[in-house]
């Protein structure tokens, strides 16, 4: 691995972490909003130095050690959450990038796969029943929907012929894929807020019967971790949504990155909006949906593209 690689990877996960401690403040301050408050404004102007306060707080605070917990994977699960987020973000289709993974799509869902473990460990190694049966609840979810979001993937990888980032996202610059498959993108979208554990599918973390669910013994560094692994997830499956359905860096004939990164705000604005505006499910509903919906129908108008692309090019 070359010097440049390196410091391409640093400067990467530096500006991935303080894009996720702006996020931060941009949710607070949409909830705030929201619910006809200001939310923080006091830290800096408007409250811009929030994130970093909270930051310097949190890791400067003493690291609880509860007695009953298993201590190598309690301490494990945070660290192995926030490397995994970082490691999707490898994966953004730059123009300007030296190099890229010929098979990223692959990379995406092992790593995404590999996910689950870091909620589940946190939620063992804690031993309290609450974190259990979050992690449970998760574990089941992120699973299920995992099946949707892969067969999803396969209608990109059919239309553009790559298992590359960089190359789907340039077979649909000019021609959205959103357009030959609405359907599709908003089962996707539905699919990410759920694998990503986010509102109105926060069913891990559900504060009204399980106390904050897997992350409930875990306090200063341990839950930064967790909460930045979180919101890093939040922003990849934006990336990813723009990059499959939206066009990319694509828009009305025009292409670069800066594109990309507005469609990336605009998705990650509606993953707030979204926790601002739904109710909870129940958790029966949420297994129904992807099981007895998305699923079948997924399985179904894949049949259909891949029989189609097969007698056209017949």
């Not at 408007?46 to 298993?70: C, R, W, Y």
């Not at 949504?241 to 990319?248: E, P």
Request: charged residues 10%; proline residues 4%; neutral net charge.
């Amino acid at each position: 691995m070359t010097l440049s690689t390196i410091l391409s990877v640093l400067i990467t996960f530096i500006c991935v972490l303080l894009a996720v401690a702006f996020f931060t403040l941009l949710e607070r301050k949409g909830l705030g909003y929201s619910q006809t408050r200001k939310g923080p404004n006091k830290v800096g102007p408007m409250g811009i130095f929030q994130p970093l306060a909270d930051a310097a707080k949190l890791f400067t605070k003493e690291t609880s050690k509860p007695a009953s917990v298993n201590q190598s994977p309690y301490f494990l699960a945070p660290v192995l959450s926030m490397i995994l987020a970082l490691l999707l973000w490898e994966l953004y289709p730059s123009e300007e990038a030296n190099n890229y993974f010929l098979l990223g799509v692959l990379f995406f869902l092992c790593v995404s796969s590999l996910n689950v473990y870091g909620t589940l460990l946190a939620g063992w190694a804690s031993n309290s029943k609450y974190a259990l049966l979050g992690a449970i609840r998760a574990v089941a979810q992120t699973i299920s929907y995992e099946i949707s979001l892969a067969l999803i993937l396969l209608f990109s990888l059919f239309m553009s012929g790559s298992f590359s980032f960089n190359e789907i996202k340039s077979s649909f610059d000019q021609i959205w894929l959103l357009f030959l498959l609405a359907p599709i993108a908003l089962i996707w979208f539905v699919s990410s807020l759920a694998e990503t554990n986010r509102a109105p599918f926060d069913f891990a973390e559900g504060e009204s019967e399980l106390v904050s669910g897997f992350n409930i013994e875990y306090g200063a560094s341990g839950f930064a971790l967790i909460f930045m692994a979180e919101y890093a997830n939040i922003l990849v499956m934006s990336l990813f949504t723009a990059t499959l359905f939206f066009g990319g860096s694509g828009l009305f004939f025009t292409s670069n990155d800066s594109i990309l990164g507005v469609k990336i705000l605009f998705f990650a604005i509606v993953f707030i909006w979204a926790r601002t505006t739904l109710p909870r499910f129940r958790y029966d509903l949420l297994m129904n949906l992807t099981w007895k919906a998305f699923l079948p129908f997924s399985l179904g108008s894949l049949v259909f593209i891949s029989g189609a692309m097969t007698m056209l090019s017949i």
